[in-house]
């Protein structure tokens, strides 16, 4: 039976993405979560900014940042979501290049997050990105998919980003395949962040016991039951 050997190591942020109900946000307002992400782009996860709004409006979410995820979205819209909500952070998951950070970085506050793929060259495009970037989300690159889709990577490339992250002062967080049994493994590289979805959901739902059983063995490092 595997067991997470304890270790001295900062806490890692934590971020639950893809909430898309108002039953998602009150699970998740409950929990241990820094970062709590919200899709504003085509996916089953995706949902309106008005919505989010009204939620938020009856939900407290004091002491958790908000996270808008977008793709290839025109940067004008996106300021005007994240200043309507407000977002904390602005996370780009498509094809956006260093120009579309540049200009975001002149009519939003927002920190700035760029989501990559987990791919030859990856932490090139992280050196390019990191004068504007704020942070990076490292995912399993899947063909057709752009995240969300409870495939993990290699995480013994987990060093090499975070070395990359590091140099630059970036924050960093790792994504893909990341639930309550791969925990322990990917803890074995002290990520400095990491970022779920599918990872705590049970039929598409946030699952508050998937989430209680994840922050009990990430949180308190204790013996991994089945």
Request: charged residues 25%; hydrophobic residues 40%; negative net charge.
């Amino acid at each position: 039976m595997p067991c997470l050997e304890k270790k001295t190591m900062n806490k890692p942020s934590l971020k639950y993405c893809g909430i898309h109900s108002f039953a998602d946000l009150k699970v998740t307002a409950r929990s241990k979560a820094d970062y709590l992400g919200f899709i504003f782009a085509e996916s089953k996860r995706a949902v309106n900014p008005a919505d989010v709004k009204s939620w938020c409006g009856q939900i407290a979410t004091a002491g958790k940042k908000l996270v808008g995820v977008f793709v290839n979205e025109n940067a004008g819209r996106i300021a005007e979501i994240a200043e309507a909500l407000p977002l904390d952070v602005i996370q780009l998951h498509g094809d956006e290049q260093v120009e579309d950070i540049k200009r975001l970085k002149c009519i939003t506050d927002c920190e700035i997050w760029k989501a990559l793929h987990h791919e030859r060259g990856t932490v090139e495009t992280m050196e390019a990105f990191a004068p504007y970037a704020d942070g990076f989300v490292i995912d399993s690159s899947v063909k057709g998919m752009r995240g969300g889709t409870g495939v993990s990577f290699s995480w013994e490339s987990v060093p090499l980003y975070k070395e990359a992250a590091a140099k630059e002062g970036k924050r960093l967080f790792i994504a893909g395949g990341v639930n309550p049994d791969s925990i322990a493994a990917l803890l074995n590289w002290q990520p400095p962040g990491i970022d779920l979805a599918s990872g705590i959901e049970d039929k598409g739902q946030k699952s508050e016991k998937l989430i209680n059983l994840l922050e009990e063995r990430m949180y308190n490092h204790v013996f991994i039951s089945e």
